[in-house]
């Protein structure tokens, strides 16, 4: 006798039997509402609303952390268990107590339900009035010393009446300033102020416009500048702009040449240029160094003009060494990044003494300041740099002004010491440079420096065409005490059409 041996799933005495799925149970939770509106609010009064948490699975739902994200007007209460079965159901309490007149948030329950996380958004409003000012500061930029106008509005963005009681004018005088000050504004409705500078040949002057108002701050302030936009290019933006070429001739003459079709370059203050092939050189005009105001000076070049500097020379423009171990050849090979001579060379050049820039530069250390980024297209990356041309080690104070509108960020160095001021912020350090080292009469010195980079951001700030931030600066001490100094060139800020 055989024996057949039957494994056919699903079939059992040769019977086929169905297969039956049993479904799992689901965790499942629900709010209701998911959404509470409070609507406007009396200051000082208290609303309150209810949402229910429910579980609607086939499964126990086991509740965890709830959370309240918003102003802190808003408040919670419950009394919810751990675990909701099946049907069960647990309410919630939001309390809105008003501060302002816009005020979202939203409650969020976390849970290990099949969606572990279910919110409900919340709004409230207090009934005030609020003022909203756009922008919230001016600059009025003058060419050529024009008279300049613009306009700044106030808006009654709040839920109540905005009155508007007084406008006083704090600083300098050659401001206008019409407006609808005192003034009623209900919720919506605007009001302009028309502000003029009267330029009278300062680089830039200010005004504080004060409002006092029914508002919870009781009083809104609206700083105004008025700022001379120079009537041409300073050499470190023509420079980094590409508009401006550097070479010495066969002659040992160094020829700075305006290549640009637009604007007049502007050789306001005796400048260091670094070069791996030729002498490093400080050059200028030697009847004088303007300096002061940025870039107004003494020597213009227009589009396609350029300018010879005669080594050593007390008649024309002029330049002098500031590296004794390598000789001058023809070269296009130069760096500039906007330092200004440092004192005392410049002195010296000044006085068409060659022996004493060099005697000074054996026996001290000489620090030259400034950035190897020195035009931000709206904002960005700033390269601070510092160089000892001196022979001897020394340590130098470099300060960094930012002004107020503009956020400094991620130095790669961080400052020795922050100082904050009603204007802005001063960022300094103190770097120990070693000397710098003569390699021989035909190879280029070689110098300690240090750069420190760091993110440069508007920070309410105006976008204007051109914006002149502040000139960084470098102090130290000579072996017998006296203090020295040097400067860069002015941080400028471009904001291009869009």
């Known amino acids: 006798m055989s024996w057949i041996l039957l494994t056919a799933c699903g079939i059992e005495n040769g019977v086929d039997r169905e297969r039956v799925d049993v479904e799992e149970p689901t965790a499942e939770l629900a709010i209701d509402p998911t959404y509470i509106d409070f609507g406007l609010v009396e200051l000082g009064a208290e609303r309150s609303e209810v949402f229910t948490v429910t ?9 965890g952390q709830m959370e309240l994200h918003g102003p802190e007007s808003f408040d919670l209460s419950w009394d919810l268990p751990n675990e909701l079965q099946p ?9 809105y107590v008003p501060h302002g007149p816009d005020e979202p948030g939203y409650v969020a329950l976390n849970s290990d339900a099949v969606i572990p996380r279910i919110e409900v958004e919340v709004w409230g409003g207090a009934i005030v009035p609020q003022l909203t000012i756009d922008p919230t500061s001016l600059l009025l930029q003058s060419l050529d010393g024009e008279d300049v106008t613009d306009t700044v509005t106030l808006a009654s963005t709040g839920t109540a009446t905005l009155e508007l009681y007084e406008m006083l004018l704090l600083g300098d005088e050659n401001f206008e300033v019409v407006g609808e000050v005192p003034a009623t504004l209900e919720p919506g409705e605007t009001a302009e102020l028309e502000i003029t500078w009267f330029p009278d040949g300062d680089e830039s002057d200010t005004i504080d416009i004060w409002l006092t108002d029914n508002t919870l701050l009781g009083s809104a302030l609206i700083p105004v500048e008025g700022q001379l936009v ?3 290019l300073g050499l470190a933006e023509a420079w980094e702009t590409d508009v401006l070429t550097a070479r010495t001739s066969t002659f040992g003459n160094m020829v700075l040449t305006n290549v640009g079709s637009d604007d007049d370059i502007c050789i306001d203050r005796w400048t260091v240029w670094l070069s791996e092939e030729t002498q490093d050189m400080g050059l200028g005009d030697p009847f004088g160094d303007a300096g002061q105001v940025y870039p107004e000076g003494s020597l213009t070049m227009a589009p396609g003009e350029s300018k010879s500097f005669t080594y050593g020379s007390t008649q024309n423009n002029a330049w002098y060494c500031v590296e004794q171990t390598q000789t001058t050849i023809a070269s296009s090979n130069w760096d500039f990044f906007g330092a200004r001579m440092p004192q005392p060379l410049m002195g010296y050049a000044l006085a068409g003494d060659q022996e004493a820039i060099w005697n000074h530069m054996l ?4 620090f030259m300041v400034g950035r190897d980024i020195n035009v931000v297209d709206r904002e960005g990356p700033v390269d601070l740099r510092l160089v000892n041309m001196g022979r001897e080690d020394g340590v130098a104070r470099m300060t960094e002004f930012v002004p107020d509108g503009f956020e400094a960020t991620d130095f790669t160095i961080d400052p020795d010491d922050v100082e904050y001021t009603t204007e802005g912020v001063a960022y300094s350090w103190d770097l120990l440079l070693i000397g710098a080292v003569d390699t021989g009469t035909t190879e280029h010195t070689i110098y300690d420096q240090r750069v420190i980079t760091y993110t440069l951001e508007r920070h309410g700030a105006e976008c204007v065409e051109r914006s002149y931030l502040e000139e960084v600066t470098a102090t130290w001490q000579d072996s017998d005490g006296t203090e020295r100094s040097s400067m860069g060139s002015p941080l400028l800020v471009i ?4």
């Open 55 to 63: 579980a609607i699975g086939t499964a126990p739902v086991q509740l």
């Open 230 to 232: 120079p009537p041409c």
């Open 87 to 95: 049907g069960e159901s647990a309410d919630v309490v939001v309390t």
């Open 495 to 498: 904001c291009p059409d869009e």
């Open 363 to 366: 026996a001290e250390p000489v």
